[in-house]
Every structure is written in C-alpha cells, then in structure tokens.
C-alpha cells in the first residue's frame, strides 16, 4: 500500500495547508485499501488558483509549437509509465486488464500527440471585412472529473486546455487519484512551468465548490453527475465563468428491421456493458421492432450469456477478453445502487433474462454486479430512464421507425446513440432525427477526433479534437483602421 502525502502546486509537491486527512483509495476487486491520499480543502485550492493566475501570461503567450512539444513529451511520459497507470485503473475503477490497458491507458496517451498537431495547426486569427478576429485562450481552468475513465476524462480536458494556453487546477474524483497523481509527476518530469498545471486532490463539496466560486477562474470544465452538474453552474453564476458540462445519458440503440441479428449482437452488448456500463454513453436501451422481437432477442442474450465477471488484475487468455470479460462496479455504493434498479425492474414488471440483484456466486468480495438484461421494458419505467451506470441492459420493443425515434428521444439524455440497419442512408435518416450529440451506424469505428458532447440535460459543451480545443478559447475582434 502506497501513501501519497502531497498536492501538485506550483511545481512543488507540497503538504496540504491545514491538514484534512487522507482519502483510502479502495481495490474494486479486493476490497482492500490500495493507497491513502492526502486530501487538499480550500486553502489548497485557492492556492493551486492564485499559481494558475501568476503562469498564465507567460503559458498564454508560449508560441503553440512549443506547447505542443510538451504536449508530445507529456504523452512520451504516459508511455514510459503504461504498465503502472493501467495496474492503478485495474484498482481503483476495477476494469479488467485487457480494457484498463488498451481503452482506459490506451486512449490517454494517444491524445497528446492529437492535441499537439491540432495546436500547432489552428488558425488563431482570420480576418472578417476590416476586423482581425483573434483566438486566444480564457485564462484559469477548474476541471472536475469523475471516476469511470478517470484519466481519458482527464486528458479530454487538461490536453485541449494546455495547448490552447490555459493554466489548470485539475480536482480529480475522490474514489480514483492514483491515476491523476501519476500524470502529475509526468507532467512535472516534462518540465511544464510551475503554475501550470496542478493537482488537488480533495472532496467535490469543497475543493470542487471553491474552484467553481473562484473569481480567479475563468471556466469550470465538469464532467461527472447532472445534479453535480447543475450545482456546479450556479455556483459558478456569480462570477459569469463559462462553464463546460460533460454529464449522464441513458443511450438508445436503435436496431431497424432491416438489420441482421447476427451482426448487432456483439456491438449491442459490448455497446452497454463496456467499463461494465459505467460509461457515460452506454447504449442502455435497444430498441428492438415488434415485427422481429424474438430473433434480435436470442441473437441479444446468446452474446450477452458470454459475459463473464474476471479480477481485474489478471491477464485473460481469451482473444475476446476485451469484450466479455468484466469487473466489479468502481464502490460498494455503485453496486448497492445498480443492483437497487435491477430490483426497480423486476418490481415494475420488466422481465429478466440474465442476470439479476444478487451477488455473483463466482464472488465473494469485490463489488461485482451480474451482467442482466431485461426484455419487455416499457418507456416508461425507471430502468428506461434513469442512467443505472451499471452492466444493465433494457431492451424495448417498438412499431415502426417513427415510434422508434419517438422512444430514442424520450428521455431527458441526449448524449450517445446507435442505429443498425441494412441500409446505410436509412440509418443516417433515422440518426438525423435522434436528439442526441453523437450517433454511431453499424458499429462504426471510434473517433477521438470528433466533437463529443450532450444535447438537452446530458451536457452543453463538446471535447476532443478541434471542437475540444476551442471550448477553451475565447473570441477576440480588432477592427482594423
Ligand atoms: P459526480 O458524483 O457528479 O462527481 C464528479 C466530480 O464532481 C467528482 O470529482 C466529484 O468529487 C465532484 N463533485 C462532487 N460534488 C461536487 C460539488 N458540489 N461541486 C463541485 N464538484 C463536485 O459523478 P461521478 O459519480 O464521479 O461520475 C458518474 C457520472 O458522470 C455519471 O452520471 C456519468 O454519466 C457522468 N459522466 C459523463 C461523461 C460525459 O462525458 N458526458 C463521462 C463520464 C461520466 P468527489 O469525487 O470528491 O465526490
Ligand atoms: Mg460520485
């Protein structure tokens, strides 16, 4: 077990100002405390602010070549320390090793390379009639993260901020630091200047409300929970700071009759279960037509029968680890709250057809919830509309592809999305209609180029890519003589 007595600020790993105790980060699988972490509170923060402050003239007006250099070295860092970030994820989240190194490692580290070409290749300043139009960075950033990717959802942020010429103070989630202690230090060895970023490990009531009501932060970058989400913006209302949110979803995917049950089924399970549903954009709802309910089910829980719940930290032989295997729920209170909407469910008369409520038998300890889908679920239950964050899946039926668009709209989430049909501009039709920021066609590959953001309650704001980098800028117009 390791201990971790110090906050990254100002280039300085330091004590925390008033002591608040440590945080115990615990092993999903183990249930076993696996580091304790210095907490940081207020004082902290408002210092990690006041560093960011005294940086940013000098990190705004580095050309952005050499940001992107740092941003180069900083991902070069990631590497070196691949095998240690995916162990930590392995604990802290419990993703099993497959996905912990390839989706979780994987995707933090090839950003920076993304986020250096796009800085060293934006148009900072057009012309419009006689104005020169200039981008320039917004100053100090508070970025808030939760738990689920911890550290791509960090990257997705602190990567378009250092290259746009913003300074940081980043608030990890409580229940998984390690991974953003170890950015720090990478950050750190890369030589980036003191001030620029920093890290404050602390509860989200205090150190994440202080940096939301800082009159020195120019914009809060949350990604986390819609009542957090919501709690964050007004308390950034006071000082008029933008505020960029990245919230829940409840996902549909929408399977048009056209479509082959053999083909979806794969990319309709991994769809919702992936980081074992604990992910933002999980496909939670198939929408499945009356007229061929019963083929798309089979083909549906014969892939899903294949799930099996694996240690995290073990390596699995199986060529398709990636897709079946899957850990625990990141907490105790996640798995209490997941197997809490597997009962809701069946209590509102959905119908189980794997899975269920109760502890795994393979398990006694870590925080493993059964891989479950229900059929027969209407729109208007709770396991369609509320975001489970577990490895759930409700599958409703509809009539035909207006009724289908009319469910897939019918929550309060816009954030993912999917069609699968034969015909690739009937999918882009129905796609089109979809109230929601991104929809993916027939399995379509993953593309951390593009804009990734909510419609409706799921969020205001876009990461990743160009669309990620300009959340964090601001427009200025020289009306020239
Ligand atoms: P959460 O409870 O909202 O926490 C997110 C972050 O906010 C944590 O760092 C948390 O700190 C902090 N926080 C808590 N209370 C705060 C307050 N009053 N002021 C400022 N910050 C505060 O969310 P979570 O449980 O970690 O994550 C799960 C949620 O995130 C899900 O709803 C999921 O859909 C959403 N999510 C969205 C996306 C996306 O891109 N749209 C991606 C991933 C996850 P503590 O950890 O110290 O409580
Ligand atoms: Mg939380």
């Known amino acids: 077990m390791r201990t971790y007595e110090h906050l990254y600020i ?9 002591p608040k105790g440590s945080i115990e980060v615990i092993d999903s699988s183990t249930e076993e405390v696996m580091a304790r972490v210095a907490q940081g509170g207020a004082a902290d923060t408002n210092a ?3 560093a960011a402050r005294a940086a940013f003239d000098t990190w705004s007006q580095t050309p952005p070549d050499v940001r992107a250099k740092y941003l180069r070295d900083i991902g070069a860092g990631l590497m070196a320390r691949f095998g240690e970030i995916a162990e930590a994820i392995s604990g802290e989240v419990g993703s099993p090793k497959a996905f912990a190194e390839m989706v979780q490692t994987g995707l933090s580290i090839g950003d920076w390379e993304t986020y250096a070409s796009i800085v060293e290749n934006y148009e900072w300043e057009t012309t419009l009639g006689n104005s020169l139009i200039v981008k320039e960075p ?75 009501t800082h009159p020195d932060v120019d914009m809060v970058s949350f990604t986390g929970s819609g009542p957090v989400g919501s709690q964050v913006s007004k308390d950034s209302a006071d000082t ?38 604990q992910t933002c954009s999980a496909l939670t709802r198939v929408l499945i037509p009356r007229s061929r309910e019963q083929e798309f089910l089979d083909a549906i829980v014969a892939e899903a029968s294949q799930l099996r719940l694996v240690d995290p930290h073990e390596a699995q032989e199986d060529p398709m680890a990636l897709f079946h295997c899957l850990g625990p729920m990141v907490s105790r209170s996640q798995q209490e709250t997941v197997r809490g909407y597997i009962q809701k469910g069946i209590d509102e008369g959905a119908t189980l057809l794997l899975g269920g409520p109760e502890q795994p038998e393979e398990f006694d300890k870590g925080f493993y919830v059964k891989p479950t889908v229900f059929a027969g679920v209407t729109p208007d239950m709770t396991i369609a509309q509320e975001e489970i964050f577990g490895p759930v899946l409700s599958i409703l039926t509809y009539e035909d592809d207006d009724d289908a668009v009319r469910i897939a709209n019918g929550t309060v989430f816009g954030l993912g999305g999917a069609v699968q049909s034969g015909d690739v501009e009937r999918a882009k039709s129905v796609a089109r209609r979809m109230r929601t920021g991104q929809v993916d066609i027939n399995g379509a590959a993953f593309n951390s180029l593009a804009p990734f953001g909510g419609y409706k309650q799921s969020g205001n704001t876009r990461e990743r890519g160009v669309f990620g980098l300009e959340e964090f800028l601001e427009t200025k117009s020289l009306q020239l003589p």
Request: hydrophobic residues 50%; charged residues 10%; glycine residues 12%.
């Open 10 to 18: 100002n280039g300085e790993w330091v004590a925390p100002i008033e």
């Open 48 to 50: 990690a602010v006041a």
């Open 138 to 212: 917004i100053g100090v950033v508070g970025a808030i993260t939760p738990w689920n990717y911890p550290l791509y959802l960090i990257v997705c942020k602190i990567g378009p901020a250092l290259a746009a010429g913003c300074t940081i103070v980043l608030k990890p989630a409580s229940l998984t630091p390690l991974n953003a202690i170890i950015l720090a230090e990478v950050i750190h060895a890369a030589g980036v200047p003191a001030g620029v970023f920093n890290l404050v490990v602390g509860s989200g009531s205090e150190v994440g409300t202080t940096l939301a």
């Open 240 to 277: 008029i700071k933008r505020v960029g949110l990245e919230l829940g979803g409840k996902s549909a995917n929408v399977i048009l009759d056209d479509a082959d049950p053999a083909a979806i089924a794969l990319g309709t399970v991994f769809g919702c279960m992936l980081n074992s549903g």
